[in-house]
């Protein structure tokens, strides 16, 4: 079992940056993939970034990419999200996830390719 706690989210004017942070506890967190997913209001979650258990292997959306950096450091059991030139269109509660593979072995865009999930963290963009 793994546990995720977010932090870092808030209030910030368009081309600002923000850095949204992952704790996570229980089983090694070394093992797990993870990813960052968002929510705005009406919409379904969607996939924002991946990195595999080395964080040497890192995915993103199209719409984020040259903006937003997904980095992990297992020592510490932390995950991180650097956004920046932020935008209205990325308003939305932001999501941590894990998967108990370490590898990409599946969709990892998919919200069903993670086993454990955060609470979520708001983020808000204005213009």
């Known amino acids: 079992q793994v546990k995720l706690v977010e932090s870092g989210g808030g209030l910030v004017q368009a081309g600002g940056s923000l850095r949204i942070s992952c704790a996570a506890s229980?089983?090694?967190?070394?093992?797990?993939?993870m990813g960052w997913f968002r929510q705005a209001p009406g919409k379904e979650r969607e996939f924002v970034a991946a990195?595999?258990?080395?964080?040497?292997?890192?995915y993103y959306v199209d719409s984020v990419k040259g903006r937003f950096t997904i980095s992990r450091d297992n020592a510490n059991n932390t995950g991180t999200l650097q956004m920046n030139n932020l935008k209205p269109e990325d308003t939305a509660v932001y999501y941590c996830?894990?998967?108990?593979?370490?590898?990409?072995?599946?969709?990892?865009?998919?919200?069903?390719?993670?086993?454990?999930w955060g609470q979520g963290t708001q983020v808000t963009v204005s213009s």
């Open positions: 990195i595999n258990w080395s964080g040497i292997i890192m």
């Open positions: 229980g089983r090694a967190f070394f093992r797990n993939a």
């Open positions: 996830a894990a998967a108990r593979s370490p590898t990409f072995s599946g969709p990892y865009y998919r919200v069903s390719f993670y086993d454990y």
